[in-house]
């Protein structure tokens, strides 16, 4: 790979396609872009290595904060190095012949739609429809053919995809600028770390998300901090708090470098007074022109294999360069719904082993929610080693569990068997298990790497610690990087406990690895009274979570029954559990 992969939300004509090229062109650099669907994927591809350096939108100077944007970056350690600064320039096209009056449906990007709010009230009778990016609507429109239909996007994709302009400058203010952000990969390669270089100027600015006490003058105090350090603030918005209504999380803006003994003494006293506090970044802010007159004399576009040099990596990592702990060194977060994976709080997983009626599971998932539990698990399809042993409920049973999910705000983990299943469970789950009998099948692997949802990998019953990671390397290698590791017991010469525990991979994995980790104690020791023990361990040697399976009547289970906890055993591992620190250093 010789010239620099820039990954960018849509397709030829987006407005970051836009961004792209005009920001490489002044640069005069070699680059390829690569178009994804989502702001999510802009993300993940960077971090997977299936890009160098990708574009995030994190402000708007009509709607505001783009929260995405900064949530991104900041979940997966990404680190911004420019800001770019992009005139906004929303026109409306269609195909020649169309008339304003005619125009019936407009398609657009929604944040796009939320700056044009005004123009779009005038359009009585026009069925407004957001879709995947602006080069998207333009081709569709264009596509189409029909007259009725119109698309918003800036005039150049007008020659792009041979549209006309029915209306100029729609924005609700002309004054229209978004600001993208430029990042890489928390160990960037040789060519983005000659980028960086290139791009330095004067001008620095750092982003931060915080919230503060629920304090009077607590908002006031942090200010304070800004004041007396006599630090311009740029920018401070609040957004609610996911899941906590009525709490607010503030995107602050700053001038200064997060390396500067002023800022670096600033963030320290910030720290006191804030409950929560995140530094996105520190980056580059002149404008496209600025970059033009620096003209830097030489491009290097290494390929980024060379980022991987053997004296960088613990042992054998280069076998599997996207999930070793080289490309994320703090650890990556990984996201579901409300619960954080990989982060301070040490989570637990429960449920049914397998999901066998809907009071089984509602009682189960009330149950362990009440006790704090953050997730449920349900097994509907079930992997079992004799034929004709209870095999789940199939797809009835992903609906209960879905059901119990929306009914509790759990977030759903349940197993998926083979690739057929992989499309309709990932719109079904919000987990995807692999489990210990599939760690090693290749295909389905690859296709869960397809998806962008969460995945849970159990380590199969007789593989090694590294082949767990090539098999984690293949759902990366497919540019999903949302992958927790589960240590759930291997085979060994032990016969009085269903399998062994292998803590000791726990450590080995961290060091490794930047994926979360879970344990499975009840897979492991597969007896109900010695599973106890073994989530205190699991939590005080540094895992990020447990996963355990817990029936309202065990000894009814159709599946794992002597392994199955009862609702008061599984009250007395959280009571143990709250007594040990999580850990979060290895
Ligand atoms: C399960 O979690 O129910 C299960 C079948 O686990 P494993 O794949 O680890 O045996
Ligand atoms: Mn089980």
Redesign the pocket.
């Known amino acids: 790979m010789s010239k620099l992969i820039c990954s960018f939300e849509g397709i030829d004509g987006s407005h970051s396609s836009l961004v792209l090229k005009s920001f490489c062109d002044q640069m005069n650099l070699a680059f390829e872009p690569l178009g994804v669907p989502t702001l999510r994927h802009v993300a993940t591809s960077v971090l997977t290595q299936k890009s160098h350096i990708g574009l995030l939108p994190i402000d708007n100077a009509i709607t505001g904060t783009i929260r995405d944007g900064y949530d991104l970056l900041t979940q997966y350690n990404l680190v911004p190095f420019t800001e770019i600064q992009w005139k906004m320039d929303h026109r409306l096209l269609a195909v020649d012949g169309a008339a304003l009056s005619g125009i019936r449906e407009v398609y657009a990007h929604p944040l796009v739609i939320g700056e044009c709010g005004q123009f779009l009230g005038t359009l009585t009778g026009a069925k407004i429809i957001p879709c995947e990016d602006t080069g998207f609507a333009a081709k569709e429109v264009a596509e189409s053919k029909d007259p009725t239909k119109a698309a918003i996007a800036p005039p150049t994709v007008c020659q792009l995809y041979g549209l006309v302009e029915l209306a100029k400058s729609i924005a609700d203010h002309p004054e229209n600028f978004t600001r993208f952000i430029l990042f890489h990969a928390p160990t960037p390669s040789e060519a983005v770390a000659n980028l960086r270089k290139d791009v330095e100027s004067s001008g620095q600015k750092t982003s931060l998300v915080m919230s503060t006490a629920n304090d009077a003058g607590a908002l006031y105090k942090c200010l304070q901090v800004f004041n007396e350090s006599k630090i311009n603030l740029t920018k401070l918005e609040s957004r609610p708090k996911l899941g906590k209504s009525w709490e607010y999380l503030f995107y602050v803006d700053f001038e200064g470098n997060s390396e500067d003994e002023k800022v670096k003494k600033a963030l320290q006293s910030l720290e006191e007074h804030t409950s929560f506090l995140q530094v996105v970044g520190s980056y580059e802010n002149c404008p496209l022109q600025k970059l033009a007159e620096k003209k830097p004399a030489k491009k290097t576009t290494q390929p980024r294999e060379e980022n991987w040099s053997a004296e960088m990596l613990p042992n054998s990592s280069k076998n599997w360069p996207k999930v070793s702990r080289a490309v994320s060194p703090k650890g990556s977060k990984i996201v579901v719904n409300n619960v954080t994976i990989g982060a301070d709080d040490f989570i637990v997983i429960a449920g049914p ?2 999901v066998e009626s809907k009071e089984q599971v509602l009682d189960t998932a009330k149950w362990i929610k009440e006790n704090g539990a953050v997730m449920l ?1 349900g ?1 509907a399809f ?2 079992r080693t004799h034929p004709y042993s209870f095999q789940g409920m199939g797809w009835e049973g992903v609906q209960i569990l879905s059901e119990a999910g929306r009914t509790t705000g759990l977030p759903v983990v349940s ?1 998926v068997m083979s690739v057929d299943q992989v499309e309709k469970m990932a719109r079904e789950v919000d987990v995807l ?1 692999v ?4 760690m090693q099948n290749f295909d389905l692997l690859r296709a869960i790497g397809k998806t962008q949802r969460a995945v849970l990998l ?2 199969g ?1 007789s593989a090694s610690i590294d082949e767990l990671l090539c098999a984690a390397e293949y759902i990366l290698s497919e540019g999903n990087p949302n992958v927790m590791l ?1 240590e ?2 291997i085979r060994t010469f032990e016969t009085a406990t269903r399998n062994t525990l292998d803590l000791s991979a726990v450590p080995v994995l961290r060091e490794r690895t930047h994926l979360p980790i879970i344990v ?1 104690p ?2 492991a020791i597969g007896v109900r009274r010695w599973i106890r023990p073994l989530c205190r361990a699991a939590k005080a040697v540094g895992a990020h979570g447990i ?1 355990i ?1 817990v029936h309202p009547d065990p000894e009814k289970a159709l ?2 029954k002597d392994q199955a906890l009862t609702f008061d055993d599984f009250v007395q591992i959280m009571n143990d559990l709250e007594k040990i620190p999580a850990i979060n250093h290895y």
Request: charged share 40%; net charge positive.
């Open positions: 082993c397998s698990r097994g079930k992997p197993e298990q489990g210990a009998r599939n159990k380590r019953m589960c759930r017991g499975d009840s897979h996963i399976e599946s794992d």
